[in-house]
Structures are given as structure tokens and as C-alpha cells.
């Protein structure tokens, strides 16, 4: 009994005293369980007693989680189309499928030298693009063609080209055809509207394609949009406007447009569609049509 009873009470003691340090253990545990929970649940619920102080730290936390999905361009940005009236008078298409009509003559004309005239309203801009290019070094430049009435037009066209094929032994559809890469169809010509003109380094130059790319057509291409003009029919825009190169025909699309026409290398078209495609689409024929399609100016 006596040897038995110490080492039963140490056992017991034992017992005891690791029972105990579990109980703490289990405490401390608890304890450390309830903190972390309560610190969560401070930390999720936007309605703690803290609230002041906490909303600023979970708002800054919660933006970059709960912003708006990606506003990121995923294209190349390009700048802003220009807020212009794609209806005005200045963006007017002027083709085949979008003739004048015989009828139409601009309100009021200023002449603009060489014999020419243009619409009033963007004569002055031309005479200054035309005071500017002979300043750069083109001192005889020269307007070949500014307004051409329908009466003009179709003098040209017929008379000057299609009677005189015919009369070489073309039939009627042979020489419309080869009139039309020369001249626009009368009522479809953009000359009639007054907003555009033919300028060459001097009078009689040849009105070819090649002569574009250097000397004043080169300066027309680079500085025209600055006088609100653009070349009406680039190099490599014949498929969408049906008409071949002319770094001679500057057309009056208003300052802002022709700046974005030109940095962008586009044609009037182009320009149009990006607004509204139903611009350039061909009308449906009221009548039966003249079968000439495009032309040049
Ligand atoms: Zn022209």
C-alpha cells in the first residue's frame, strides 16, 4: 500500500495536471478560433459597429473586384470621326448612281482665275490653297476646270467624245464605253456642282496619272486638306469610287472631314460609310437607267 499509494497519486497528479494543460490547450484554441472568426466577420460584414472605419479600407478593396469588366480597346485606337453633317451640302456624293440631275446649278459662283469658277462658299478657300501652292514654289499653277454646267458636260461627252468614236466606226456601246474613261456622264459630274476644280503645275499638262506622287501633286495631296479640300479620287480607291487616279481633282469636303479623309487615305466613300452606309448605296431605279456606269471627272 505504501509503495503503491505515492506512485498512484503521481499517476493521478499526472492525470491531472495533463488533463488541465488539454483543457487550456483547448481554450486557447477556442479562443484563437472565436478571434479569427470574429475579425472575419468584422471584416465581410459591411454592418460593424466600426463601420466608419472600415468602409474606407473595404471600398478600396472591393474597387478592383467589383469594377466594370475591361474597357480596354482591343482594336488600334484611330481618333474620333469629326462631328460633321454627313448630310450638308460639302459631303454631297456626287456619281453615276448619284447624279445632280440636269437641272441643278449652285446658288451663287466666284470666279477663282483662269477663266474658272467655283461654288461661292468654298471659292475663297481655293484661291487660297491656289495663293499658297504658287508661294511654294508653283508659280504657274493653273486651273484647268472648276464649274461645268450640264449643258458643258454633255456637250464633252457627247459631241466631243462619243459622236467622234461613233463617227470612227465604234458602235453606239463602244463609244459610251470608251467615253467614259475620259469624262464623267452629263448630271454626274462633280464639276457641276461647283465644289471642285482640276489643278495642273501649268496650263496644258498632261491630265495623266502619273504626273501624281511629286511637284504640285505631291503639295496638293500634302497641304489641300488644311483648305478643306481632298483628292476626290486617290491611287488606289478606283474600286470603290469608278474612277481612275487624279492627283488633279480637288473636291471641297469642309476642313475637318478632309483632314481625317486624307491622314486616314481614304475616299469620300469610305468616309461616308463609316457615318452611314446608306449613303453611298445605290438607289433603286426609278426608271429604266443608261447602262454607263462611273466615269471620270
Ligand atoms: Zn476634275
Known sequence: MSTRAPSTGRRTRRRRSSVATRLVGMLLALGLVVTVLVLLVRLISPDGEDDNRSQAPAAQMSVPMTAPPTAVPTAVPTPALPAVDVTGWELRLIDFDHPLGEDFVPASLTDVGDGQQMDSRVAPAFLRLMQDAKAAGFGDAYVCSGYRDYATQHVIY?????????????????????????????????????????????????????????GLMLWLEQHCAEYGFVVRYPDNKTGITGVEYEPWHLRYVGVEAARYIMD??????????????????TPVPTAVPTPIPGGVG
Open 158 to 214: 457627247f459631241d466631243n467624245h462619243v459622236d467622234v468614236y461613233m463617227a470612227q466606226g465604234m458602235s453606239e456601246e463602244e463609244a459610251n464605253a470608251k467615253a467614259r474613261l475620259a469624262v464623267n456622264y452629263p448630271g454626274t459630274s462633280e464639276h457641276q456642282s461647283g465644289l471642285c476644280a482640276d489643278v495642273l503645275e501649268y496650263a496644258g499638262q498632261d491630265m495623266e496619272p502619273y504626273i501624281g506622287g511629286s
Open 264 to 281: 486616314h487615305g481614304l475616299c469620300l466613300e469610305e468616309f461616308l460609310e463609316m457615318y452611314d452606309p446608306g449613303l453611298t448605296a
